[in-house]
T-cell receptor
């Protein structure tokens, strides 16, 4: 079992829909990251969370430390949101990031 | 402010050869992380350099090595290339004392 599990693996939505991507992890963590990877390969850091909730534009990230679970929400999705979304955790006491396998999101116009 | 840069963009090598990949962090950032993203697999941590020293490495064989220069740029070397080394190699640098990582565009290595 991977330390970081994401669901769903693939997600197709219509423009305007509300999107939720989930991340579960099995270790104690000091931080959780949400990353966005576009088809060319470039990666953008969206959020870094250690507790609670963060919002940036149409993106919202939440984390529940007790349940070892995080969600990334996209409101009013748009075709330009189409990308792979990757969850990564830093284990407590470690400098290494451990990555989920990503969720491929396709938003159709 | 220039972002993290990597070179080359693409690299094609044959099995058994050596590959050298380069990364320049954002000005003022002293740490460089290297990651491998093989086809069908998630990102995996490779190496971490900080202040010129290797601080940690992932579960990769010694064929994967690197160094960090006094200007904080970094080089990743892969010796005795194998077909399964074909992957996108990404480097990232966090601001000093901060968690967020800024990624470079990656080098796509193809081993034939």
């Amino acid at each position: 079992k991977n330390e970081v599990e994401q669901s769903p693996q693939n997600l197709t939505a219509q423009e305007g829909e509300f999107i939720t991507i989930n991340c579960s992890y099995s270790v104690g963590i000091s931080a959780l990251h949400w990353l966005q990877q576009h088809p060319g390969g470039g990666i953008v850091s969206l959020f870094m969370l250690s507790s609670g909730k963060k919002k940036h534009g149409r993106l919202i990230a939440t984390i529940n430390i007790q349940e070892k679970h995080s969600s990334l929400h996209i409101t009013a999705s748009h075709p330009r949101d189409s990308a792979v979304y990757i969850c990564a955790v830093r284990s407590s006491g470690s400098e290494k990031l451990v990555f989920g396998k990503g969720t491929k999101l396709t938003v159709n116009p | 402010e220039a972002g993290v840069t990597q070179s080359p963009t693409h690299l094609i090598k044959t099995r058994g050869q050596q590959a050298t990949l380069r990364c320049s962090p954002i000005s003022g950032h002293t740490s460089v992380y290297w990651y491998q993203q093989a086809l069908g697999l998630g990102l995996q941590f490779l190496l971490w350099y900080d202040e010129g020293e290797e601080r940690n490495r992932g579960n990769f064989p010694p064929r994967f090595s690197g160094r960090q220069f006094p200007n904080y740029s970094s080089e990743l070397n892969v010796n005795a290339l194998e077909l399964e080394d074909s992957a996108l190699y990404l480097c990232a640098s966090p601001p000093r004392g901060r968690e967020m990582q800024y990624f470079g565009p990656g080098t796509r290595l193809t081993v034939t």
